[in-house]
C-alpha cells in the first residue's frame, strides 16, 4: 500500500466510512476505490482519471483535495498530453494564379454579355405588354345586368298566401368542434448543484431520452438507472465521435470522465458539461405532480 493509499485509508477509516458508503457517495467503483488505497493505478480506466478519481476520493473523507494532489504530484501518474495535428497549408504557385486570374476575367466578360442581353430582353417584353393592353382597351364593352332574386318573406300566422312560394326555414349553422386542450411542454431544468452533483428535474412527461455525443478526446461514462430496480447500464470509455441513446421511464445518474469531451441531450434539452476536462456528475429526475 502507498503512502497516499494509507492517508486516504486511514482518513477514511477515521470518518468510519465503508468502501460501500463510500462507492454510494462518489459513484466510483468499489474496485476503483480499492485499486487507489492499494497504489494500483493501471486498473483505473486512464491516468487523468487517477486524479479525477483522487480528488473525489478526498472530498468525500474530508480531505482539501488540491493539498493532497499537491503533496503526491510525484506518485501520481501525470494525465496525458493531448496530441493536437499542425494544420497543413496550401502553397499557392504563380500559375495557379494567373490561371484564376484568366478565369475571372472570363466569367465578369460573359456575366456583363447577359446583363446587357437581360436588360434588352426586358424592354422589348415591356414594350409588347404596353401593345397588348392598348388593343384592349379599344374593345366594345358589354355589361350583363344580373337580376337578384326576390326574397320571400313569410306570411302571417305561419301560413302560406294562395300563388306564392313557399317559405323554407334556413338550416341551422353548425357549432363549431371543440378543440382540445394543449398537451403540457416538455422541461429540463436545473434544480441544484450538492457536493459536486447536478440536479436536474423533468416535467411534462414520463419517459426519458438521453443523447451522447463525443466530440473530443476519449470519455469515460458511466449510466445507472434509479428506478426501482437500480442498476448500472452502461460503464465504458468512448472515443472521439461516438453517439449514444438510451430511453428511460424512471430517474438516471450519470457519471462523465471528462466533462469537456461530452456533449449531453434529455429530451432533445442541452444540458452544460462545461468547459473544464473535470469529472462531472449529473442526476435527471421526474418532477412529481
Avoid at 116 to 134: E, F, R, S, V
Avoid at 223 to 248: I, M, R, V
Wanted: aromatic share 8%; glycine share 8%.
Amino acid at each position: 500500500m502507498s503512502d497516499l493509499g494509507q492517508l486516504l485509508r486511514k482518513a477514511r477509516l477515521e470518518k468510519k466510512i465503508s468502501l460501500e458508503e463510500l462507492q454510494d457517495t462518489t459513484k466510483i467503483r468499489k474496485w476503483y476505490l480499492e485499486a487507489i488505497e492499494e497504489g494500483n493505478y493501471k486498473v483505473l480506466p486512464g491516468n487523468f482519471y487517477v486524479r479525477a478519481f483522487i480528488k473525489s476520493y478526498s472530498e468525500a473523507v474530508g480531505l482539501d483535495p488540491n493539498e493532497v494532489l499537491r503533496l503526491y504530484q510525484n506518485v501520481i501518474p501525470a494525465p496525458e498530453p493531448e496530441h493536437i495535428e499542425p494544420m497543413r497549408t496550401k502553397r499557392t504557385t504563380g500559375r495557379n494564379t494567373e490561371k484564376i486570374g484568366k478565369w475571372a476575367s472570363s466569367i465578369m466578360m460573359i456575366s456583363f454579355i447577359v446583363l446587357i442581353l437581360g436588360i434588352i430582353y426586358y424592354y422589348l417584353n415591356l414594350n409588347h405588354k404596353g401593345a397588348t393592353n392598348d388593343a384592349k382597351s379599344d374593345l366594345p364593352k358589354t355589361v350583363t345586368d344580373k337580376v337578384q332574386p326576390v326574397q320571400q318573406t313569410p306570411p302571417a300566422g305561419g301560413g302560406t298566401a294562395a300563388g306564392s312560394a313557399t317559405y323554407a326555414k334556413p338550416d341551422p349553422i353548425p357549432a363549431p368542434p371543440p378543440v382540445p386542450p394543449p398537451a403540457p411542454a416538455t422541461d429540463v431544468k436545473l434544480a441544484k448543484s450538492e457536493r459536486g452533483i447536478d440536479y436536474y428535474t423533468i416535467t411534462g412527461t414520463d419517459k426519458m431520452r438521453i443523447e451522447l455525443s463525443i466530440t473530443g478526446d476519449a470519455c469515460w461514462i458511466e449510466l445507472d438507472s434509479l428506478g426501482d430496480n437500480q442498476k448500472t447500464l452502461d460503464s465504458k470509455t468512448y472515443e472521439n465521435g461516438t453517439t449514444k441513446s438510451w430511453d428511460l421511464t424512471g430517474p438516471a445518474f450519470m457519471i462523465f470522465g471528462k466533462a469537456s469531451a461530452a456533449q449531453l441531450k434529455v429530451n432533445g434539452v442541452q444540458v452544460p458539461l462545461g468547459d473544464a476536462p473535470n469529472v462531472k456528475k449529473i442526476q435527471v429526475d421526474f418532477q412529481k405532480t
